[in-house]
Nanobody, 123 residues
């Protein structure tokens, strides 16, 4: 069984930076497709970024140029660097893992989820 644990959330002022992390236990992390989702109050959960085992990455249009996803397979960790933060980035950020190679934005494509970490951006 794979467990995902997020960390690094917190509060930041608009224009600031923050990095959230996700560490996996169990499974074969290096082969997993990893993703960051977020959910703001009253909104549906949405994909932010994906990272595939071959180095492919993709981003939601709303975060392109500001967020960077990276992974360290030796540490079984994936990271999301948030730069030029905006108040609309305020949400609970979730890490997700899929056992299959697919750059999916659908929640149903992911097999494992973390518990989420709160990111709050103040104006």
């Amino acid at each position: 069984q794979v467990q995902l644990v997020e960390s690094g959330g917190g509060s930041v002022q608009a224009g600031g930076s923050l990095r959230v992390s996700c560490t996996a236990s169990g499974g074969t992390f290096s082969s997993y497709s990893m993703a960051w989702f977020r959910q703001a109050p009253g909104n549906k959960r949405e994909v932010v970024s994906v990272s595939l085992s071959d180095g492919y990455t993709d981003y939601a249009d709303s975060v392109k140029g500001r967020f960077t996803i990276s992974r360290d397979n030796a540490k079984k960790s994936v990271y999301l660097q948030i730069n030029s933060a905006k108040p609309e980035d305020t949400a609970v950020y979730y890490c997700a893992a899929s056992r299959y190679y697919r750059p999916s934005s659908s929640e149903s494509s992911y097999d494992y989820w973390g518990q989420g970490t709160q990111v709050t951006v103040s104006s």
